[in-house]
């Protein structure tokens, strides 16, 4: 990137810039004449003299003259309000386009980063420059150029026209102008300067803030909040230090650009006054030259902002671009333009006096000479700092070489585009990164090179997206397409979609992980309209769970849904329900004040009843959490009731204590109704209801039914030979509710849900289901083992001719490690595999092993041979 900003500007920008100042020069003479048409107003139309007596042959009259000067005035002021109206958008366009391009040139440039800087420049440090920190400068590319010569423009008209008045008054208006030239750039760059430091202290105190949240389980826990917080203090006061002086000196500018600026109408008043006393000049004359110089301030004023805004973001500009541009960048031509044949890399892997440092002083890889035959799998061992991690990063192409000779297949990777090793060579590290978004999106991750087919766009679709294109190309961002399928189906080795799920199926059960993303696929919902399939074979799953919860004795851990029978792992509200509901004011903590719900509990005679018990609740709350402190977890785990409403509650118990149920308003009625309506009679043993209440309850939601049948708007109701879209997949098969009051119930339900599911060829589409899980910010709902496994399985998904793995799998236990890495091994028979392994003893899997000491390679062959006759394998085993 350019680190000056108007060459940066005007190589991107010249035309627009071009076109803005042509309709900057045409506003010109409007604006002059604009100035002029007041005093011939004053001077000849209200005055009475030098009026024309015809004008284009129309009789022309004082009053007629008059008009018809005010309405040209009044035509000018249009036009010209018209043409800054339509400069300023223009401009704003150009500056919005620009900021985009600069924030794309800058996101390119980190794709460019070699990995060691990320070691020194934090997420935190960049994020703010390409987001935050470019946002002024945005803002004054598109009125970088214009402005001054527009407002400059301005200022020459306005003196021009006021020196055609009188010479004297000319003079007097630019009379204090060579003291601010003189005076306020000096002033200028002491603000600079500080400005700078302003933006390096901030920029230093964002990355430290990150860095405690990062480590802030290390503060607590080593007691050191006191230590950071003084830090962070430190750090803030440096920043308002600086921002102190700034303002300090900032606003001394502008009482100079004041002062001075007032002090010119002295002049005008005292030298033009007596000028028109002495009849050298006209009232109207000295009337236009104090209205020119008024409208001299603005544009005066806006020199003066445009050079402090032009410094401050020049600084910015030039400290953001000086942080993009680290040495050893991989080379722009190495990333854009992909060849149109990606070569295969099916042959040799071949090393020739390969170094490699990371700041080049010290080598991490000294002078590395081997070779790898094709579809040989070799181990790498070593301990952390061997090079071994960083010959993985080699290989991958992530790093390159600072000496010596890399090649694979005959194609030298010092100066191959990074298109070939990025589809050819899967890599797979430890912490590798997981993406937000789905599993599928991660999965397939490896195969998105590309569009390569297009979204299906309708008309008003398809019209927005020709605007986004142009755009696009306009502020030199990319016109892929991201909604388009990028999926490279080819490269995968399938045809299409249904195959390359298939693939998918097969592979997550290579890196045993299709149990996991089977249960993902269980915790999901299907729309049975369109998968009618899969929602008929769910159903009829229903019968063949209740027969093998018989089987296996556990009919004791799950309540089967029946119409007729009240649920004692359900509340009273769901019981009532027995459905999803589909309206927010039928959800189970809102239905107390439903009043349709109310009338219903009134008709069958169980409103009066709920209430109560809702009361002996409350009473029991506020009897048992009297004397439990406010800020205890009691109330979260057990009340009914918050400790904010508890005193709310004690007036309500109080009143029916004494007999007043009738006082109490609807309002709180339907507080004590909604206490009731939670109570789930396997968990909540209260005894406030008594017998004949669940039977009533079944009455009330056969009413219900009755009153709402067909309204699936408000309630999905639960049927045995339906599936509800609203219910998960595994409610869906499971039909009925997991037993609170039995000892491992959930797990016991879940495992036999499994089983049936597989059973019944549920599996497939459950892991294709399981696929649009999200994983969370950074996968973070997945655990460590699943996120490595996830990786593994994200290059093998590419169809490799190599592989690169660097202790993938250091997060599995040690059986689950093993089982992985000889599934893989298996996949990978007549392909080239380089593994980096956590646990030297791993290495026998492998045709051969390199043991890595000091970044050298110390020893090299067969498990067998290094494990009788080497000494630092065996020392690594050991």
């Not at 439903?594 to 008709?603: F, K, S």
């Not at 899997?845 to 390199?850: A, K, M, Q």
Request: charged letters at 25%.
């Amino acid at each position: 990137m350019d680190r000056s900003l108007f060459r940066y500007i005007l190589r991107h920008t010249w035309r627009s810039q071009a076109f803005l100042l042509v309709l900057t020069c045409i506003s010109f003479p409007l604006i002059y004449i604009n100035l002029e048409l007041p005093k011939r107003i004053v001077n000849n139309a209200i005055q009475g003299k030098n009026i024309p007596e015809t004008w284009f042959g129309i009789p022309v009259t004082q009053v007629s003259y008059l008009m018809a000067l005010s309405l040209l005035l009044l035509a000018l002021i249009t036009i010209n309000g018209g043409l800054k109206y339509w400069i300023n958008v223009y401009s704003g366009v150009v500056g919005e386009r620009t900021l985009r391009r600069m924030r794309h040139d800058l996101y390119q440039q980190v794709l460019r980063f070699p990995l060691p800087q990320f070691k020194t420049m934090s997420a935190g440090e960049i994020i703010p420059m390409i987001v935050a920190e470019t946002e002024p400068v945005g803002g004054f590319i598109g009125e970088a150029i214009v402005l001054p010569i527009f407002q400059g423009g301005l200022l020459v008209t306005y003196l021009v026209f006021i020196f055609n008045q009188d010479l004297w008054l000319g003079l007097a208006a630019i009379a204090l102008y060579p003291p601010q030239v003189y005076l306020i750039p000096r002033l200028q760059r002491k603000i600079n300067l500080l400005a700078k430091e302003r933006v390096q202290t901030a920029r230093q105190l964002s990355d430290r803030i990150g860095e405690s949240v990062a480590g802030f389980a290390e503060i607590r826990g080593n007691d050191t909040i006191a230590l950071e917080r003084a830090d962070i203090s430190h750090r803030l006061g440096r920043i308002y230090a600086i921002r102190y002086d700034i303002y300090k000196r900032k606003f001394f500018v502008k009482f100079l650009n004041n002062f001075l600026a007032q002090i010119t109408p002295f002049f005008f008043y005292s030298v033009g006054g007596y000028l028109v006393i002495k009849g050298s000049l006209s009232l109207g004359a000295l009337v236009a030259v104090l209205a020119a110089y008024k409208d001299i301030l603005s544009p005066w004023k806006e020199l003066l902002a445009w050079y402090s805004t032009k410094e401050d973001v020049r600084i910015k500009h030039e400290q953001i671009v000086s942080q993009f541009d680290p040495p050893g960048m991989l080379d722009r031509k190495l990333l854009e333009d992909p060849p149109q044949a990606i070569p295969k890399l099916v042959g040799e892997i071949a090393a020739s006096g390969l170094t490699y440092s990371e700041n080049g002083v010290a080598n991490k890889v000294e002078r590395l000479t081997f070779r790898i035959d094709a579809g040989e799998h070799v181990a790498v061992v070593g301990t952390g700092y061997s090079g071994k991690e960083d010959l993985a990063q080699l290989l991958a192409r992530l790093n390159l070489p600072t000496g010596g000779r890399l090649s694979v297949a005959g194609v030298v990777f010092n100066d191959v585009h990074q298109s070939v090793p990025g589809r050819r060579i899967a890599y797979a590290a430890q912490n590798a990164h997981v993406f937000s978004g789905t599993l599928a999106h991660n999965l397939y991750y490896g195969l998105k090179h590309a569009p390569v087919h297009p979204f299906p766009y309708d008309d008003e679709g398809a019209k927005l997206r020709e605007q986004r294109v142009r755009d696009a190309l306009a502020s030199g961002n990319s016109p892929d397409d991201v909604r388009a399928d990028w999926i490279d189906y080819a490269a995968a080795g399938v045809a299409g979609e249904g195959q390359l799920a298939a693939l998918a199926i097969r592979v997550l059960g290579l890196v045993d992980m299709e149990r996991a993303v089977i249960g993902y696929g269980l915790a999901g919902t299907v729309d049975p309209h369109t998968n009618s399939d899969f929602a008929a074979k769910a159903v009829a799953a229903r019968a063949k769970l209740r027969e093998r919860a018989k089987r296996d004795c556990l009919e004791a851990c799950v309540e089967f849904f029946d119409r007729d029978a009240y649920f004692a792992n359900m509340s009273i509200a769901e019981n009532i329900l027995f459905g999803t509901p589909r309206h927010p004011d039928f959800q189970p903590a809102r239905l107390a004040e439903n009043p349709e719900i109310v009338a219903l509990l009134r008709d069958v005679g169980l409103l009066d009843a709920l209430q109560e018990a809702g009361a002996k609740v409350a009473a029991l709350m506020v009897e048992i959490f009297a004397d439990v402190a406010p800020d205890s977890e009691l109330f979260e785990q057990y009340s009914f009731i918050s400790a904010e409403d508890l005193p709310e509650f004690r007036v309500l118990v109080s009143k029916y204590n004494q007999g007043r149920m009738a006082a109490i308003s609807d309002h709180d009625k339907a507080r004590l109704l909604a206490l009731t309506f939670r109570l789930v009679k396997s968990r909540h043993r209260l005894g406030v209801l008594d017998e004949s209440i669940p039977r009533r309850i079944v009455q009330a939601r056969n009413e219900f039914t009755r009153r709402f049948a067909g309204r699936d708007d408000i309630c999905e109701f639960f049927q045995p030979d339906r599936y509800s879209a609203a219910l998960s997949v595994q409610d869906n098969l499971l039909f009925g509710r997991v037993a609170f009051d039995q000892a491992n119930a959930q797990a016991r339900i879940s495992a036999m849900v499994r089983d049936v599911a597989s059973e019944e060829g549920l599996n497939d589409e459950l892991v294709r289901l399981g696929l649009l899980f999200d994983v969370g910010s950074n996968g973070s709902r997945l655990s460590y083992s699943e996120r490595q496994r996830l990786v593994i399985a994200r290059g093998l998904m590419k169809n490799p001719d190599v592989l690169v793995f660097n202790e993938p799998t250091s997060g599995l236990d040690p059986a689950t490690e093993l089982r992985v890495l000889r599934a893989v091994l298996a996949w990978a028979k007549g392909r080239t595999v380089l593994w980096t392994l956590s646990r030297a003893e791993l290495a026998r899997e492998f045709d051969r092993v390199l043991v890595f000491a000091d970044g050298q390679l110390v020893e090299e062959g067969s498990y067998d041979e290094l494990e009788r006759g080497g000494k630092a394998l065996a020392s690594l085993v050991a």
